[in-house]
């Protein structure tokens, strides 16, 4: 108490000052109405300013769950696509009553480790064998491809993305169809080298670059890229360069495709090659 | 120093009755209106206590916007200058202090001092005052270009009075 008489004598100056300013102020907004509005208009803007970021920041912090919640529902999408689906084209035997069986499912998956700096680049992924992940699944991103499972563990799993230069992929040019074989060189993480299209073939700078569906791994039809330059090497064959639609710099969520027709696919091609 | 008081006491009334019956009627140019009122703050003597100065200020500020309708404007304004007065006096104070039995008049310390000591208090009165009467910052160069020009009529007014009327 003594202290704060004190206190209060000490600053009397400044405190009588802030009370009768403070006095003035009010009779000055409760008096004129123009002064009013303004306060009161200005209280209210900052007030809806204010609100208006909280909810934004409170929208931004649900991101997460609502990016979740929108991979789970396009892989639902996916799996109910055209492409995830085979013909059963058999006039006498009618399946199901339905033209279609599903062929593709696509599971969801995030970038759980990343690299694009090596040569032999290798992503990890946090869906495994417990959640239906086999070695040799393809793997793709929105923008385009990303790679092939390589290892599964219970959780886990590594795909080798095309940025690591063990990979090939069969690709063709979605315009004219001709197929070649895209590989990393190694250097740039944007651009891959698309080879063995031939000489005949028409091919024009922008053409798009998507999977062939001749392996069992991906379907037809997923983007790789666009063709940005081409040479002919050899005489025969063109050596094109593809800028990669996917950005493996800044990759978060994936899609594993499970292909059911794989075996069939693969057993039979194993039996023409032992012959 | 009997006579202090009195004369402060008809220097105030003096000072509002001609601001607001002529002053304030008078607007140079459109829109240039010298606030001299402040005048009475000005001139107090040295020794006047702090808490005098805020509450005089405040009463004089309230007289003025009794008169013209704007309440709680011209007080405010006056109140922070009246807040400012004991920094700038004793920032523009002589070496051995104010000499007892004098007044802050161009009489005593010149005009050189009683210049920059008007000047600082009017301006900063002027533009409290002004920014306070439009109360947005839209066009804030015009606002401050009228302070600054009203404040410059108010100090030559100010500077005048001491050569015609306070001499002594």
């Known amino acids: 108490m003594h202290n704060l008489i004190r206190f209060i004598l000490k600053h009397h100056f400044i405190l009588l000052f802030v009370i009768i300013q403070t006095f003035s102020l009010t009779l000055m907004f409760q008096h004129n109405n123009f002064h009013k509005s303004v306060a ?12 208006k970021r909280i909810f934004n920041f409170k929208e931004y912090m649900k991101l997460r769950e609502i990016n979740e919640k929108l991979i ?7 799996n109910q696509l055209m492409n ?27 970038i759980a480790d990343n690299s694009t700096n090596k040569q032999h680049n290798f992503i990890t992924i946090d869906k495994g064998k417990i959640h239906g992940v086999e070695t040799e699944m393809g793997v793709v991103s929105t923008d385009g491809i990303v790679g092939i499972v390589t290892g599964v563990s219970d959780h886990f799993s590594t795909v080798m993305p095309i940025l690591n230069i063990n990979l090939r992929i069969s690709a063709k040019i979605e315009e004219s169809g001709f197929f070649g074989s895209l590989f990393w060189n190694g250097r740039d993480p944007g651009k891959a080298s698309l080879i063995d299209i031939p000489h005949h073939a028409e091919l ?26 081409y ?28 292909n059911y027709l794989r075996e069939e696919q693969s057993e039979l091609e194993n039996i023409n090659l032992n012959d | 120093m009997i006579e202090v008081l009195p004369r402060n006491i008809m220097r105030f009334i003096t000072l509002v009755i001609f601001q607001v019956f002529i002053l304030n009627n008078i607007q140079f140019l459109g829109y240039i209106n010298p606030y001299i009122y402040v005048l009475f703050i000005l001139l107090l003597p040295f020794e006047t206590p702090k808490w005098f100065l805020l509450v005089a200020a405040f009463t ?29 006096l004793s920032h523009f104070a002589p070496r051995d202090g104010y000499e007892p039995g004098t007044f802050p008049r161009i009489h005593y310390y010149g005009f050189s001092w009683f210049f920059k000591y008007a000047s600082i208090l009017i301006v ?8 306070m009467e439009v109360f947005h910052f839209h066009n804030p160069f015009f606002t401050l270009w009228r302070a600054l020009l009203s404040s410059g009529f108010s100090i030559l007014l100010v500077v005048l009075s001491q050569y015609f009327i306070y001499r002594r």
């Open chain 1, 204 to 229: 024009n700078e922008g053409d798009n670059i998507v999977t062939s569906g001749y392996s069992a791994i991906f379907p037809e039809g997923i983007r790789i890229g666009t063709i940005t330059g």
């Open chain 2, 60 to 88: 004089l500020g309230i007289a003025i916007d009794l008169f013209s309708h704007t309440p709680g404007l011209h007080s405010s304004a006056t109140v922070f200058m009246a807040f400012l007065r004991p920094f700038v």
């Open chain 2, 124 to 131: 900063s009165h002027h533009l409290i005052l002004f920014f």
């Open chain 1, 84 to 110: 995830s689906f085979f013909q059963v084209k058999a006039d006498t035997v009618i399946e199901f009553d339905s033209v279609y069986k599903k062929q593709y499912r696509y599971i969801s998956a995030k």
């Open chain 1, 72 to 78: 789970y529902e396009n892989s639902k999408l996916r």
């Open chain 1, 40 to 51: 009161v208009n200005a209280v209210r803007s900052v007030k809806g300013a204010v609100n």
């Open chain 1, 231 to 258: 040479e002919i090497e050899g005489g025969n064959f063109y050596n094109a360069t593809v800028e990669l639609s996917t950005d493996f710099q800044n990759l978060s969520h994936v899609y594993v495709i499970v």
